[in-house]
């Protein structure tokens, strides 16, 4: 099945700076890559995704970036501020057949931390 | 309010008891998921449904089961079987097989005493 690997699992930045969030995947049939973010006590929920037929995705502060050759994508955040400390967590999954449920396999998550 | 309904919040068990942990969605979503969420080793599948009276093994299956006999509801049952049953238990619904995202419920913590 598919293997999805996180790095790092801890990372502090100062506010206003850049964060970066790499994960890679084994099964080349992946062809779907989410982010979630959990912040403390609450439930995770997407903030961003990305499919295997576009190269890069943004949306404000946040962008990915799929490399399908290499088999990695990763989360960009500018100007990070306090209220982006939470975890993340990179997932991939394959459509098995066309309306099909899919099955995520998630990252083992970051730990980010702003500091003021 | 619409959404997933996750219950107990919290929950006490003893070695050897059989647990039910419930989940309820008024989204109208076929597709539910159990995942289990322990520190540093990320969301891990234990079960997913894609419709009424239909269920699959995930990754970490053993030691847990399912129903599905309702669309609103997915309970989950964690028995004696499970080895290392405490954790943070996250349900969730599938928006849609075009869109992908998945929707969460809060939650429930399982501690075995």
């Known amino acids: 099945g598919e293997n999805v690997e996180q790095h790092p699992s801890t990372l502090s930045v100062q506010e206003g700076d850049s964060a970066v969030i790499k994960c890679t995947y084994s099964d080349s049939a992946s062809n779907y890559f989410p982010w979630y973010k959990q912040e403390l006590g609450k439930r995770p929920q997407l903030i961003i995704d990305?499919?295997?037929?576009?190269g890069e995705k943004k949306d404000q502060r946040i962008a990915v970036t799929l490399n399908k050759t290499a088999k990695h994508f990763s989360l960009h955040i500018t100007e990070t501020q306090p209220e982006d400390s939470a975890v993340y967590f990179c997932a991939a999954s394959i459509e098995v057949r066309a309306g099909s449920a899919r099955q995520l396999t998630f990252g083992s998550g970051t730990q980010l931390t702003v500091l003021p | 309010d619409g959404g997933i309904t996750q219950s107990p919040k919290y929950l006490f068990r003893k070695e050897g008891q059989n647990v039910t942990l419930s989940c309820e969605q008024n989204?109208?979503?076929?597709?539910m998921y159990w995942y289990r969420q322990d520190p540093g080793q990320g969301l891990r599948l234990i079960y997913y449904?894609?419709?009424?009276?239909?269920?699959q093994k995930g990754d970490i299956a053993e030691g847990y089961s399912v129903s599905r006999e309702k669309k609103e509801s997915f309970p989950l049952t964690v028995t004696s079987a499970q080895k290392n049953p405490t954790a943070f238990y996250l349900c969730a619904t599938l928006g849609g097989v075009r869109t992908g995202e998945l929707f969460f419920g809060e939650g429930s913590r399982l501690t075995v005493l």
């Open positions: 989204l109208n979503h076929d597709a």
């Open positions: 990305i499919r295997s037929n576009v």
């Open positions: 449904s894609q419709i009424v009276n239909d269920f």
